[in-house]
T-cell receptor
């Protein structure tokens, strides 16, 4: 079993749709949770982050962590064609710098 | 956040040869990280490079295959040695600039023929 599971997609939605991206994980010791966005032929860039459980909102993006279910989500409201990219969840333990990534979900937003 | 310049951006190499990838950071950082990103798979940490000490390799990766240099606090190289087609992948370097913030280079797309 992988430490972090993420549906690779692709996920195709029309412009303006609400997008839900998800990851599940197996190790309850993960404390830091991140979402990275990766455009084609570019390195990942940090999009959202949360510590432990709870929600965090930033503009059109909302990150949720449910530690009891070992489940994290990223919601994108009013999706735009420029949101088309691969979204990777990542997490780490307290005191450790190593990031553990999901496989990434490819998102396609059509005009 | 830090800015990383990584090169080459892509290369096509013959099997049995070696390729050295360079990463230059615009600020001094203690640790640099090297990742591999294979199609359909998650980013996998190869090794962590500290300035002035031997790199620390993750399970499944060895120094003979992926030697790393870290001559100063702003620069590191990863060499992929004795390449085979299975080494075809994207290789990325990364640095940590906060608890959550890791900056990545733009990656080196390697094809081994």
């Amino acid at each position: 079993q992988k430490e972090v599971e993420q549906d690779p997609g692709p996920l195709s939605v029309p412009e303006g749709a609400i997008v839900s991206l998800n990851c599940t994980y197996s190790n309850s010791a993960f404390q830091y949770f991140m979402w990275y966005r990766q455009y084609s032929r570019k390195g990942p860039e940090l999009l959202m982050y949360t510590y432990s459980s709870g929600n965090k909102e930033d503009g059109r993006f909302t990150a949720q962590v449910d530690k009891s279910s070992k489940y994290i989500s990223l919601f994108i409201r009013d999706s735009q064609p420029s949101d088309s990219a691969t979204y990777l969840c990542a997490m780490r333990f307290t005191g450790f710098q190593k990031l553990v990534f999901g496989t990434g979900t490819r998102l396609l937003v059509s005009p | 956040s830090a800015v990383i310049s990584q090169k080459p951006s892509r290369d096509i190499c013959q099997r049995g040869t070696s390729l050295t990838i360079q990463c230059q950071v615009d600020s001094q950082v203690t640790m640099m990280f090297w990742y591999r990103q294979q199609p359909g798979q998650s980013l996998t940490l190869i090794a962590t490079a500290n300035q002035g000490s031997e790199a620390t390799y993750e399970s499944g990766f060895v120094i003979d295959k992926f030697p790393i240099s870290r001559p100063n606090l702003t620069f590191s190289t990863l060499t992929v040695s004795n390449m085979s087609p299975e080494d075809s992948s994207i290789y990325l370097c990364s640095v940590e600039w906060s608890t959550y913030g890791y900056t990545f280079g733009s990656g080196t797309r390697l094809t081994v023929v």
